[in-house]
C-alpha cells in the first residue's frame, strides 16, 4: 500500500516502484489510483518511468478513475500497457496473474 497524497510528482511513483521490486515475495503490483488532486497522467508518467529504467521483474495491473484519466490511459496503450477503471477487473487480473484461482467480489 502507497499513498502518494495530493502529490503529482511521477518520483514518487518510480520511487515507490523501486522499494516495491526490491522484495522478493512481491508477484504482482496493483496500481490503484483515484485521482481528484492527484492526476492520472503524472501517475502514468512515472510508472512509464519506472517501467523504461528498472526491470520490474512482476506484472503490473492499473486502475486509473479521475483527473486526467483518458491522458493517462492513451499515454500507457501507447507504450503497449493497459489500465481500467473497474475495481473488480483489476483486482481479479492481479489475482490471476499473481496465480490465485479466483476471487469472489461479492
Known amino acids: 500500500f502507497l ?3 495530493g502529490s503529482s510528482n511521477p ?5 515507490a516502484l523501486e522499494i516495491i521490486t526490491a522484495d522478493p515475495g512481491v508477484k504482482v503490483i496493483l496500481f490503484n489510483i483515484f485521482g481528484g488532486i492527484t ?3 503524472d501517475v502514468a508518467r512515472g510508472i ?5 529504467r528498472m526491470d520490474m ?4 495491473v492499473i486502475r486509473l478513475t479521475g ?3 483518458e491522458l493517462a490511459r492513451e499515454m500507457l496503450a501507447d507504450a503497449g500497457m493497459a489500465a481500467v477503471t473497474s475495481m473488480d477487473d483489476v483486482v481479479r487480473e492481479a489475482v490471476r496473474l499473481a496465480g490465485g ?5 461479492r
Open 3 to 5: 499513498d502518494i497524497g
Open 11 to 15: 518520483d514518487k511513483v518510480v520511487a
Open 39 to 41: 492526476r492520472c497522467d
Open 48 to 52: 512509464l518511468e519506472a517501467v523504461g
Open 57 to 60: 521483474g512482476v506484472p503490473l
Open 67 to 69: 483527473t486526467n484519466e
Open 101 to 105: 484461482d479466483h476471487v469472489d467480489l
